[in-house]
């Protein structure tokens, strides 16, 4: 096999690699024959391959003239701003990894103006460069030599990859935010060089310093390189050109130092050059070891816990050199092997707390092993790793909390508790130290006794201590709010419509223990910006308890907190992700390995505060009472319940349950649904007509009883209920009637309720359709109720009536009442019955006339205008004459009364309503009215009989132009029929006979008018006397 061919054609493969897949595999091998033949062709003038590839390594010197912009991805850019690139408008771009060949970013680009040099200096920049420029080339491939298509590419890809693996992993873009920044590494350097000062031994401190850390080894002395010098290659290989620093260093001969003239066989396993260190006595079970071995290895200075912590360096190979020490020792049989391994153990776990991955990728049964294991040891972590175990820690517990599907469990708010301890300052902390459990408050206490601590010995001052611990705060603030605000809290939030009562238990715990006693606690102990967390966190909870409970103004929120949520403008990132949270009119959720796009419950819950908060809120007051009343009936003894009390929740909570937010009623209905199953069934179980229930109550319950139907066995016994109530129909109206007649004032001179005229009449109807002989078939006692509530409801319309002005008509409701209750009085067994019925038939004339009177207005002229065909006056006097006929019935009934009815209803005779209509037969307008009339009538006579006088030349009349007037009583028969021919046959018959006829009907009409008017005889009486 050609090895030329196959290192210039597969450079990624090794020979051994290329000649197994000669061997195997069939494609390979056709491939590398065509690649050789090509290969062969050394003098080739023009490329067959299209297009043609040559690989070039450069190393360029040169001058240039650029600038650079700044370019973020989308996550640097919410970090930074806290709002999205969109938003901002920012212009958007893909650029090239600088480290990973082929893939690309997409993110924006900003101006550098203005950028704080900090930000500046962290930021990926791009720069637009003008170059004029020296450089040498070396070609790792021509097209003349090209013996694949794609071979360039290989080639060019395999010699990047080279230079990538070449270089340190810090510069790699993966590691690049790991990067420690210039402030980071010159306050840990200070605080080195403090540490240093006030070691009580300087000198054997820096020799127990030189063997620590991973990355640092025992000193060297220059190494002497051993490189071919011919450069030539024993089988040719594609690799970086220039510059040696970006290729695979040579092997390295270490020079034997002047120390340690013998090779060591173990180089991890390395006695100290100095003494022991100072620690060593203080460490009893390392001493052990160390007494038992004779001699202290280098690699026990990484197994002290305590140093570990203090300097913060990782242990490294050092702990393969201490288990090499106990495999020895396990040989041997030293019992002190024991204490070694777990040294070592523990070691490692702090090892990997210290200087392993971060603590959020690392897999929790792992994490809590080395939590328990530098527990059990009375460890603890430094301030900075406790505030990202703190977050880690919190994470898992919320996590445990929402996996219990019960939210009302025990489980579960005993989960919950344990989360809220961990991240609520003001919740005592449990008995235990133990970095397991690890909580806020155990946080600021243990960086407050290191800065203390510090100040103490003088590692600190007064003012840079203030300073550490103000800039602890703030960091632990951003974590604290990191931790409240946490990736599975958000998940929580989106995930509402099947985790709604979790996350309301979540927000319920925080509110009812954030009071305003701990918060001036917190305010006391702690400074602002741990305020100011929970202050975030209230408000973020208020909204959503606003949105999830149904109850107004629930643990102090209102509609005000939703707003300020929804409408969030601020450029805190985490209100931002909330509000998009409750806006978004969708939500993404994954169901395994499927994601899946919902309606958004948070919109809907929204819409429900729109359109029935404003009902809710003026309703709760009232549920509140009914919940009250409701708890306070006995379901052990139903039939004793107010059925009034109970009929009356069940008709407001049927409205109150689709008026107001859902849910809300839910105590409420349950308790309605014990109550009202308990008293149906006793109902059932009672003796026909035993139980005083009105149809009316009936239809309350059973309306009652229909919002449980999807209850077990509730259908079936509303069944029963509707049947009972059909057989008992009769007895049913009849015992509303009654309960409506007993609920009426003893007293008939109480205050009127107009609305027991209605409710009275619809039951008697109901009564009456059901049979017309009920009242005989009632007892004694119950036809007296029933006269009670004939009189009361008398005493109603009455009150009304009496309260009408004289001349304006009464309500026509009350007035068709009263027309009713005559129908009923009529039938009843009242001793006033027939006083009533006179004064309900009064009222009736009483009405018309009002009603017929109220057609026309203004004097007795205008009204005589309005009516010239007298329509409206005949009317009226028609109504005058039943009134006075009513008026005289009336007067005449209650002469009749007996004395034993008049004192037990003396009370109705308070409303005897004579009075009210006796001043119409004397309305003074009429009387003018009927005068003019009449007068007018009187002047029409007069002028007819002036006609005929004129007509008959007044031959009839009795002066001296009666034909008659010129003849003797001694006048013959002709001188009789001489002065008639004279006279009265000069006149013309027929019109004198119709100017008589129209007199005799002008008569007619006036005697006509004199009856209509009989109740006002002085204003017709000369007409009477004209007629």
Known sequence: MDMATAVAAWPNSSWEESSDRFHKDPVFKAAFKAARAEKKKVMQTESKWNPPSAVLSTICRS????????????????????????????????????????????????????????????????????????????????????????????????????????????????????????????????????????????????????????????????????????????????????????????????????KSADPDPEPEVQETDGNMPDWLAE???????????????????????????????????????????????????????????????????????????????????????????????????????????????????????????????????????????????????????????????????????????????????????????????????????????????????????????????????????????????????????????????????????????????????????????????????????????????????????????????????????????????????????????????????????????????????????????EGLCTGALKRLEAVVVSWVKALLKAEPGSVDVGSNAMKHVQSGLSMFTGSAGVSKLADNLSKWRKSSQKTLVACELLQICRGFPADLQSNMNPSNISSFVDAWQACWNCSNDFIAELSNDKQKDVNHGIAWVFRCIAGVVKATEVEAPADARVMGAALKLGVIVK?????????????????????????????????AEARIEQDPDGVRLAQVLKASIRLRKALQSNADAQVGLSQEDLEEYAALLYFDIQGQYQPLLSQSVLMDVVSLKAVKHIEHLNEMCEKILELTKEFGASNENSWKYTLRPESTMDDIFAAYKATLETLDGDVAAAAASKLGEACKESRKFIEQACVYADAVRDLETSS
């Not at 690139?85 to 690309?104: C, F, I, N, S, Y």
């Not at 080894?217 to 011919?230: F, M, N, Q």
């Not at 070691?347 to 929790?364: I, K």
């Not at 027939?834 to 004097?859: F, H, K, N, P």
Request: proline share 4%; hydrophobic share 35%; charged share 30%.
């Open 827 to 859: 039938n009843s067994t009242h001793p006033l019955k027939g006083w009533i019925a006179c004064q309900l038939e009064t009222m009736q004339a009483g009405q018309d006339w009002r009603q017929t009177w109220a057609l026309g207005d203004g004097d």
């Open 283 to 661: 460490d009893k079970p390392l001493k052990s070891v160390v007494s038992k071995l004779g001699r202290f290895y280098r690699c026990f200075l990484n197994m002290n816990p305590e140093q570990n912590l203090i300097n913060r360096k990782p242990a490294g190979h050092q702990i393969r050199g201490a288990r090499t020490i106990l495999d020895t020792m396990e040989k041997n049989g030293n019992k002190e092997a024991s204490t070694l391994k777990n040294r070592i153990i523990l070691v490692e776990h702090l090892d990997n707390l210290l200087h392993g991955p971060a603590y959020s990728t690392v897999p929790r049964a792992e994490l809590l092993s080395h939590l328990t294991a530098i527990s059990h040891a009375n460890l603890s972590l430094p301030t900075d790793l406790r505030q990202q175990l703190l977050e880690r820690l919190a994470n898992d517990l919320l996590t445990d909390a929402l996996e219990i599907e019960d939210s009302t469990s025990e489980a579960f708010m005993k989960a919950l508790e344990v989360y809220m301890q961990r991240l609520h300052v003001w919740m005592p902390d449990k008995a235990s130290d133990s970095e397991v459990e690890l909580s806020a408050s155990m946080v600021i206490k243990g960086a407050k006794e290191d800065i203390a601590y510090k100040k103490q010995f003088g590692k600190l001052s007064q003012d840079k201590a203030t300073e550490q611990l103000n800039e602890f705060y703030e960091d632990f603030s951003a974590i604290l709010m990191e931790a409240l605000c946490s990736d599975q809290f958000y998940s929580l939030v989106k995930n509402v419509g099947r985790k709604k009562n979790h996350l309301l238990k979540l927000c319920e715990a925080f509110l009812k223990g954030y009071t305003d006693e701990v918060k001036e606690k917190i305010a006391t102990e702690y400074p602002e910006c741990i305020l100011n967390c929970y202050e975030r966190l209230r408000k973020m909870y208020l909204g959503m308890v606003a949105l999830l409970h149904p109850e107004p103004n629930y643990l102090g929120s209102s509609p005000a907190d939703i707003n300020s949520v929804r409408k969030y403008r601020g450029a805190d990132m985490l209100e931002c992700a909330l509000r998009d949270c409750l806006t978004s009119q969708t939500v993404i959720l994954q169901k395994g390995d499927v994601a899946e796009t919902e309606a958004n419950p948070w919109v809907r819950m929204y819409d429900e505060v729109l359109s029935r908060g404003e009902t809710t809120q003026k309703q709760f007051p009232r549920l509140q009472e009914l919940e009250k009343v409701l708890e306070a009936m006995d379901t052990d003894a139903p039939l004793r319940i107010d059925l009034e009390l109970l009929c009356q929740a069940c008709k407001e909570l049927s409205e109150m349950k689709g008026s107001m937010r």
């Open 63 to 258: 001058r240039e003239v650029y600038t650079k912009v700044g370019f973020l991805s989308e996550s640097e850019v919410a970090n930074l701003t806290g709002s999205t690139a969109k938003a901002l408008k920012l212009t958007a771009g893909t650029v090239q990894l600088e480290d990973r060949p082929g893939e690309t970013l997409k993110g924006y680009y900003v101006s550098l103006l203005g950028m704080p040099s900090k930000l500046r200096g962290a930021v990926r920049k791009i720069k637009l460069v003008w170059r004029i420029a020296n450089q040498v080339d070396a070609y790792n491939l021509e097209p003349q030599n090209q013996i694949t298509q794609d071979q360039g590419l290989k080639l060019f890809h395999h010699v990047c990859d080279s230079a990538v693996e070449t270089k340190d992993s810090a510069l790699r873009t993966v590691n690049r935010s790991k990067l420690l920044t210039y402030d980071a590494m010159m306050d840990k350097a200070k605080n080195l060089e403090q540490e240093r000062q006030v070691e009580e031994q300087a000198d054997e401190a820096e020799e127990v310093d030189e063997g620590e850390g991973e990355e640092e080894s025992p000193k060297e002395d220059d190494a002497v390189v051993d490189l071919d010098k011919d450069g030539g290659r024993a089988a040719p290989a594609i690799g970086i050109a220039f510059a040696p620093e970006l290729c695979p260093q040579p092997t390295k001969r270490r020079r034997k130092s002047a």
